[in-house]
């Protein structure tokens, strides 16, 4: 069994925000595949499903991003699964939009709600690093995460969650270059090439005379150079 954990904070409010891409990789992934209904558990929403050989459960930790690790670590308690079982899809601003990353263990980057979850699990559980770009500024980095992704984004962010949940099944079975290569074509579809060209055709040699030895003038040297004809 493994446990899918997407970070973002709860209520309408922040639904679209860029923190929360996490929530939104989860709701297409359980909606794709089939997966049960949302129900509140852990302080958190839970829905349950397959992918592939693999049993997934799905968590959305509903205290708020910077304590996320309270929810994961409740979760991780009740299943008794150990840290490695545990992924977690998160925004990475230090990553572009579009892009995509998968780590395991290491430091959180100053990340506060994998801040919490190290303070209460550890650190040696996976990520799923879900690029949105940096405003450029420190400053205005909690003003940047806390809005809506732009419209000029939406088609791009559609893409990419849309990848992650046609990898899913890959990232189950812990094929992870696989996962990357389904987000990789959705985001970048191969390009309706023209068709292969078709190798020119080698000339028809002549056809061979057929060979006598009759002697000139004679009736079969003249029917034979009749039917040749």
Request: aromatic share 6%; hydrophobic share 40%.
């Amino acid at each position: 069994m493994q446990l899918w954990v997407g970070l973002g904070n709860p209520g309408a409010k922040y639904a679209r925000n860029r923190h929360n891409i996490g929530f939104m990789a989860l709701d297409r992934i359980a909606a794709d595949h089939g997966f049960s209904p949302w129900r509140s558990k852990f302080n958190g929403q839970v829905s349950d499903g397959r992918l592939g050989n693999a049993r997934i459960t799905l968590l959305k930790p509903e205290t708020f991003m910077n304590l996320s690790g309270q929810s994961v670590a409740a979760a991780l308690g009740f299943f008794k699964l150990a840290p490695d079982a545990l992924t977690v899809f998160h925004d990475e601003l230090d990553l572009a939009p579009g892009k995509i990353r998968l780590k395991s263990g290491g430091g959180h980057a100053g990340h506060n709600g994998l801040r919490s979850i190290h303070a209460h699990c550890g650190e040696a559980y996976g990520r799923v690093r879900i690029g949105i770009g940096h405003p450029g500024n420190k400053a205005q980095v909690s003003n940047y995460v806390l809005a809506d992704f732009a419209k000029a984004e939406a088609e791009g962010l559609d893409d990419m969650l849309r990848g992650m949940s046609e990898g899913a099944a890959k990232l189950a079975d812990g094929d992870g270059p696989g996962f990357l290569n389904a987000v990789a074509l959705r985001l970048n579809p191969p390009r309706a090439g023209t068709k292969p060209e078709t190798p020119p055709i080698a000339p028809l040699k002549p056809a061979a005379q057929p060979e006598t030895s009759a002697p000139p003038g004679s009736k079969l040297r003249q029917l034979l150079e009749k039917f040749s004809k």
